[in-house]
T-cell receptor
Framework: DAGVIQSPRHEVTEMGQEVTLRCKPI?????LFWYRQTMMRGLELLIY????????DSGMPEDRFSAKMPNASFSTLKIQPSEPRDSAVYFC???????????FGQGTRLTVV | RKEVEQDPGPFNVPEGATVAFNCTYS??????FFWYRQDCRKEPKLLMS???SGNEDGRFTAQLNRASQYISLLIRDSKLSDSATYLC??????????FGQGTILTVHP
């Protein structure tokens, strides 16, 4: 089992640039989560999909953030334009069935300079 | 009030000690409960689920008190390898998982 796969592992970008983070959930899992982790705020849920449909996006900080899940095996989180305060580790996680514990990817460490 | 509250610690204990972490939650609709462990610069990983009757996995014991909206984790005979951040996690019936801020544990020789 390959687990949840995220790419890239590290991203350094300049303020104002577009950033796209990618996630491949575990095959057969129908729930997918995007989390952001910082020292100050801990793990924050940004958005949650079930069967490819966004269920709860109340954690998405602002319009600069968007997430898509075009099919059961792929999701993206896009930040446009990026700002230094977006610097964090972004985790993708998947689970099945609904309400079960989630498995995390290794995360993308984003630095916006 | 935060949905999930944990004492951030840090807890510094000697090897062999028993240590307990507590977590309170505000959403009475929470239906599933977990403890996760996160090592430095790694992803969170499931340590154990928490059941109403309480459950044990080796040196780890988890308890849930729905009436008081309180979860606990007890670690007996601490090992150096137990040093990590322990995260309390709640799940709702529609699948949302909410994490606490985490409690830092350091076990020293």
């Amino acid at each position: 089992d390959a687990g949840v796969i995220q790419s890239p592992r590290h991203e350094v970008t300049e303020m104002g640039q577009e950033v796209t983070l990618r996630c491949k959930p575990i095959s057969g899992h129908n729930s997918l989560f995007w989390y952001r982790q910082t020292m100050m705020r801990g793990l924050e849920l940004l958005i949650y999909f079930n069967n490819n449909v966004p269920i709860d996006d109340s954690g998405m900080p602002e319009d600069r953030f968007s997430a898509k899940m075009p099919n059961a095996s792929f999701s993206t989180l896009k930040i446009q334009p990026s700002e230094p305060r977006d610097s964090a580790v972004y985790f993708c996680a998947s689970s099945n069935p609904q309400g079960a514990s989630a498995f995390f990817g290794q995360g993308t460490r984003l630095t916006v300079v | 009030r935060k949905e999930v509250e944990q004492d951030p610690g840090p807890f510094n204990v000697p090897e062999g000690a028993t240590v307990a972490f507590n977590c309170t939650y505000s959403n009475s609709a929470s239906q599933s409960f977990f403890w996760y462990r996160q090592d430095c610069r790694k992803e969170p990983k499931l340590l154990m689920s928490v059941y109403s009757s309480g459950n044990e996995d080796g040196r780890f014991t988890a308890q849930l008190n729905r009436a008081s909206q309180y979860i606990s984790l007890l670690i007996r005979d601490s090992k150096l390898s137990d040093s990590a951040t322990y995260l309390c996690v709640l799940g709702t019936s529609y699948g949302k998982l909410t994490f606490g801020q985490g409690t830092i544990l350091t076990v020293h020789p």
